[in-house]
């Protein structure tokens, strides 16, 4: 069987589950590299996908003996089959933060589960941690990142538009990887100011303030990265709000590493950014790997310990209403004794 | 108050509900013109929506006073804020077929809930019929579909990957639309056998025979379209199965109208297909608006009469594993007495 799957399988014998329903698509991903609609059933004795006819062939090559996985298109489960799967299982386990309660309920209708159990997120906590290959993809998705970042600065000209910017970041992306990881954000002028802008038709102007959030998949692993630079010139009312952002993101790239606390580090952000007068309005950070954003958070709502192998975002940023706003954001790797980050690019003043 | 959310409340008034938590970010964007993430509540004397601070300034700018909407940063809200909103209310309505089972009980304990109430998908049902602008919304990109799959035909060469032509498609949407409303198909060869076959680096042959599955999104609305199509010449054998198809995907569209049952679509074109010795591996078609998959579904699982302004596709497509696949697809407008292609490229034998 693959190893991720025998993991899974130990685990489910420490929590006492004789059975597991999986439905989040990128869970069994991780799991088997399947990239298609269905479920995959973990019964007493065997590993079941369920899918349809539009994917039986992709999932068919995508698998080996060596998976163990056993492939139904859901046209031949009957009822039957259905209510056989975890017969004799006492406990079956759920992704409950993933399936819907109108899944939930039809869950126990159709597999007749007695006892339906909610397994919280362990698939999720095991994809914090990355195995070398994961890290070499994000690395990977990275470097095109800062190489992309170091185009752009060239690229850019007083005139053009935020979303021509950000077509020739996707352009360039496509070129060289699977893709964007999320809807690149091209900010300019006040636009900065709100921290999820999507890029308009506003032409980059002489002294403009531009931030760029931006980040490409390799082999299904994704990179994230933000800068804030200047066009000609930077006011001092700004320079201001980026040396105390640039402060903080690097006190925390210095603070990051096996062990630490993801909630005092949130903490010590958003105490230095109240000192001078500004709120931090959105986590700190989150971690990076298949999906762009998944566990751990980085905010003060949840606290998780860092650990060696988990890759995550440090991107504190500040937001002035209707003027302007800074983020700077590394996408790092916790080590045992600090960090690394694998993006790059300049953090001190950038002026075009 | 803004006309789809007096319509809600009066819903809510003819299902006993005091109280609705709206999750689903496009039920919400349809309802308020939201694009963000926060929840929509509506308790029994206001309209509130909750978000975050990467958000509120965006929000603000696009409600009017007209909309009775109140925003409030979660930050801002407190426990007992959270306690009261649905104070003496009964039934308190939630989106079963959107909230996770983890959601459902935290809404439960958050909002001190008696009894929390499955909706039946009340918002997508009424997002099913099409009012004027979001029809022009998806003629227009339906338009702009039509002229890409013009163009590409006089792009495409021999040589050429199905990668670089899925590239040239998404560059010409950009330029022209806001972008894909989903990842564009292009397949060719014996990979056309795949109905969702990613574009690979699989070069255009002579006397090829190519999918190309496409759409894109105007003003937040989408269109989808299919055709099948060939280089220099049509196999025998492929021509005897791209008839079958052509003649299915034609009686559906006459068959569409105010009034059809879905399933009996279906069945029609399963019947047929079974006839010939093929069978129809994935639905009929699908509703298509702010999603490109939604209510209602055209399959035998579900039966939904069409009903006048529900705007649906119509594919059905036949599969032979490693050899080929042929699908035709249009996204349609139902009327009364009828329908309307919006989609209108053609349909007969194209080669190139």
Redesign the interface.
């Known amino acids: 069987m693959n190893p991720k799957l025998q993991w899974l399988r130990n685990k489910m014998s420490s929590l006492d589950l004789q059975g597991l329903i999986i439905s989040n698509p990128i869970n069994i991903k991780y799991l088997t590299n399947i990239e ?1 609609e269905g479920v995959l059933l973990l019964t007493r004795k065997e590993n079941i996908y369920i899918t ?4 039986i ?2 999932v068919h090559s995508t698998l080996t003996l060596f998976d163990e996985i056993i492939v139904y298109d859901v046209h031949d489960v009957s009822k039957d089959d259905y209510e056989n799967f975890f017969m004799f299982c006492e406990n079956v386990g ?1 992704e ?7 899944d ?2 039809e869950f126990i209708r159709k597999y007749k589960i007695n006892n339906l159990v ?1 397994t919280e997120k362990i698939i999720e906590k095991q994809r914090m941690i990355k195995d070398e290959e994961e890290i070499s993809n994000i690395q990977k998705a990275c470097e095109i990142t800062d190489n992309c970042f170091e185009y752009i600065l060239t690229y850019i000209k007083p005139g053009m538009t935020e979303k021509q910017i950000a ?1 020739e970041i ?2 360039y992306y ?1 070129q060289r990887t699977d893709g964007l990881s999320f809807e690149t954000i091209v900010a300019s002028g006040e636009n900065t ?4 802008a999507v890029p308009t038709e506003r032409e980059i102007q002489e002294k403009d303030i531009i931030t760029i959030d931006m980040g490409c998949k390799v082999n299904g692993y994704c990179s994230d990265m933000t800068r804030t630079f200047f066009v000609g010139d930077i006011p001092e009312e700004i320079k201001k709000v980026y040396d105390l952002v640039l402060k903080n993101q690097t006190q925390t790239q210095e603070a990051f590493k096996d062990g630490v606390s993801t909630r005092i580090l949130t903490k010590m952000v958003e105490n230095d950014f109240k000192l001078n007068g500004h ?1 931090l ?2 986590s700190l950070g989150h971690g990076v790997g298949m999906e762009i954003h998944e566990a751990p958070y980085i905010s003060y709502r949840t606290d998780t310990q860092l650990k060696e192998n988990m890759v995550v975002t440090n991107e504190p940023g500040i ?1 002035i ?2 003027k302007f706003g800074v983020r700077i954001e590394d996408t790092v790797q916790i080590t045992k004794f600090g960090c690394i980050s694998l993006t790059k690019s300049e953090k001190n003043y950038i002026i075009i």
């Open positions: 298609a349809d006819g539009r994917y062939e992709d759920f409950e933060s993933y399936v819907t309660y109108a939930y309920k909610e077509n996707e352009e496509r100011s709100k921290p999820h709120d309005i959105h937001y209403p209707g």
